[in-house]
């Protein structure tokens, strides 16, 4: 596997979509799995750019909706990989609206989705490093860990008093 370096921006992905009526729930907005499920493809394809190796969704961050999307607007997502460990990454997203009649653009979400490369065995497999580049990009990236030891600990995987990033962001705030 690739063990090379790479950037953010290697991984960018921008999807759009227009949501129709099947998209649609009766108040004539985008139903919320419909839009997860396409974020889930845009982060899967960021992820399997970073990797270059097919790739499986391991978790998926809280998704908390600012503004809907209405019937006939554009969906962009904005995905790339804000930090790579052994064998996961970690996927920002951006998901804006746009009112195409009005051209006017919104932020509907953000998002961080957590995807395992696999090897042809189906086993996981080494990443690439993220080498963060512009100040939003370290900020994701410094971000992560913190992130990471929380999926783990509420995914049974990591005791809250290994959680050594999080605790020094609590003692920070005494």
Same mark, same amino acid.
Do not use: C
């Given at each position: 596997m690739e063990s090379k370096l790479? $950037?953010?921006k290697e991984s960018l992905i921008q999807m759009t979509e227009l949501v129709l009526p099947n998209d649609t729930n009766v108040f004539g907005n985008l139903m919320?799995?419909?839009?997860?499920?396409? +974020?889930?493809?845009?982060?899967?394809?960021?992820?399997?750019?970073?990797?270059?190796?097919?790739?499986? $969704? *391991?978790?998926?961050?809280?998704?908390?909706? #600012?503004?809907?999307?209405?019937?006939?607007? *554009?969906?962009?997502?904005?995905?790339?990989?804000?930090?790579?460990?052994?064998?996961? +990454? #970690?996927?920002? +997203?951006?998901?804006?609206? #746009?009112?195409l009649k009005n051209q006017y653009k919104y932020k509907s979400n953000e998002a961080y989705y957590?995807?395992?490369?696999?090897? &042809? &065995?189906?086993?996981?497999?080494?990443?690439?490093?993220l080498i963060p580049e512009t100040e939003e990009e370290i900020r994701l990236f410094d971000g992560a860990l913190r992130r990471r030891q929380l999926r783990l600990i509420l995914g049974g995987k990591m005791k809250p008093n290994d959680a050594v990033e999080l605790k020094a962001l609590f003692a920070d705030a005494r």
């Amino acid at each position: 596997m690739e063990s090379k370096l790479k $950037t953010a921006k290697e991984s960018l992905i921008q999807m759009t979509e227009l949501v129709l009526p099947n998209d649609t729930n009766v108040f004539g907005n985008l139903m919320g799995g419909r839009l997860m499920y396409w +974020m889930d493809i845009a982060a899967a394809l960021s992820a399997q750019k970073h990797a270059n190796a097919p790739v499986v $969704t *391991a978790s998926v961050d809280n998704i908390s909706f #600012e503004s809907p999307i209405k019937l006939g607007n *554009a969906v962009y997502i904005v995905a790339k990989v804000s930090r790579a460990f052994n064998s996961s +990454m #970690e996927v920002h +997203m951006q998901v804006w609206g #746009e009112d195409l009649k009005n051209q006017y653009k919104y932020k509907s979400n953000e998002a961080y989705y957590t995807f395992v490369a696999l090897d &042809a &065995a189906g086993k996981s497999a080494p990443v690439p490093q993220l080498i963060p580049e512009t100040e939003e990009e370290i900020r994701l990236f410094d971000g992560a860990l913190r992130r990471r030891q929380l999926r783990l600990i509420l995914g049974g995987k990591m005791k809250p008093n290994d959680a050594v990033e999080l605790k020094a962001l609590f003692a920070d705030a005494r």
